[in-house]
Structures are given as C-alpha cells and as structure tokens.
T-cell receptor
C-alpha cells in the first residue's frame, strides 16, 4: 500500500532563508507527483506537478525534484517570505479501478516564515 | 468558468442526522472525487467516479454514499452522522484518466462539517 511521508511536520525560519521540504513514498511505481499549498481554513492550491518521466519542475522561487528510484521528492523554496507561511502537501497519483486516478497525500509540512 | 464548487461551506450536524454535500464542476470532466481531511492530516479518498452512473469506493468509504447522475454533479451523502465524520470535505475533478500526463485534479474550496 502506497504511503506518503513528509518531513519535517513543522518548520519555522526567518525571512530570506532558503529551505527544503521533503516527501517520501513507499512504492516507486508512481505516476505524477504534485505539491500543493494550503492556507489555514482554505482549499488546495496547486504549486507544481512533476510527471513521472521528469526529474524536476520550477516555478518562480519554487523548485520541485523527483527521484522515483529512491522514492523521494523535495520542494525547494528560495528566499522565503512571510507570505510563504502555509501548509505544504505532497501527493502522488495512482491508478484506481476502471482506469481512473486518485491522489494519496502526505500529512503536510506547516511552514512559518517570520519577518 | 467557476471550476469546482461546493455547498455548503460550513455545517453543524447532530449525531444521527443526514445531509448531502453538493459538488458541481463546469469543466466537462469525467472524473470526480471526494476526499476528507482530518485535522493535521493529509486528504484521504472517500469515493470517486469515472463518469455518469459509475462510482467506486476509495480508502475510507464507510458511512458515506455517492451517486453520479450527470457529468457535472457528484453529491456525497451522510446517512447517520457520527462525530468521527467531523472533517473538511473536498471535492475534485479531472479530465484525463491516465496519470502519465500533465493532468491535474482541480479542487473545490471544501465543506467544513462538525458533528456534535
């Protein structure tokens, strides 16, 4: 059974620091992997989607990498800002019956960036 | 294009009551999903549908029922509410069936349900 783990569970950093969030999964036979951001009491905002054939994706100050063989993905945030404070969720896609897909989520890393 | 919409935003139920969480998407997606998120946890799949008239169980289906009579709507029914169903419920949809693509799931804003 696929399990997704995110480390650390919480992280506090001063503004301007570069940081790395970690995600690991138990079954390397995944398809896409996606990073989401969730603000308190809000829904999910997609940050980056990495296809299984790709090794990384970049968007602005965010860079996500994927290493299927080791079952790991990292989200790198450069020059962190207070507005980056949120919970970051990692999720992997898997095939469900009848050829659909669904997501398995980690518990998230809650990031707090102080000014 | 409203995307995925969910109603209500908030609801308080008493134990044993029933309710239906509504989900509608206007992107003509065949695939729709219901997830629940408990405090401090990731989302878990409750039910999904690959098209009108076709539904299947996810990881945590007990206590819920779904139906899919149209492409746009995917309601989630709670028959006998229990405190363990206190959670935030997210509906999502996607177009492509195969995960090896640039397909992403689009999420609604969520329904926050409390059962007392």
């Amino acid at each position: 059974k696929q399990e997704v783990t995110q480390i650390p569970a919480a992280l506090s950093v001063p503004e301007g620091e570069n940081l790395v969030l970690n995600c690991s999964f138990t079954d390397s036979a995944i398809y896409n992997l996606q990073w989401f951001r969730q603000d308190p009491g809000k829904g999910l905002t997609s940050l980056l989607l990495i296809q299984s054939s790709q090794r990384e994706q970049t968007s602005g100050r965010l860079n996500a990498s994927l290493d299927k063989s080791s079952g790991r993905s990292t989200l790198y945030i450069a020059a962190s800002q207070p507005g980056d404070s949120a919970t970051y969720l990692c999720a992997v896609y898997f095939i469900v019956r009848q050829a659909g897909t669904a997501l398995i989520f980690g518990k998230g890393t809650t990031l707090s960036v102080s000014s | 294009n409203a995307g995925v919409t969910q109603t209500p935003k908030f609801r308080i139920l008493k134990i044993g009551q029933s309710m239906t969480l509504q989900c509608t998407q206007d992107m003509n997606h065949n695939y729709m999903y219901w997830y629940r998120q408990d405090p401090g946890m990731g989302l878990k799949l409750i039910y999904y549908s690959v098209g009108a008239g076709i539904t299947d169980k996810g990881e945590v289906p007990n206590g819920y029922n779904v139906s899919r009579s149209t492409t746009e709507d995917f309601p989630l029914r709670l028959e006998l509410a229990a405190p363990s169903q206190t959670s935030v419920y997210f509906c999502a949809s996607s177009y492509f069936p195969v995960a090896e693509s640039t397909d992403t799931q689009y999420f609604g804003p969520g329904t926050r349900l409390t059962v007392l």
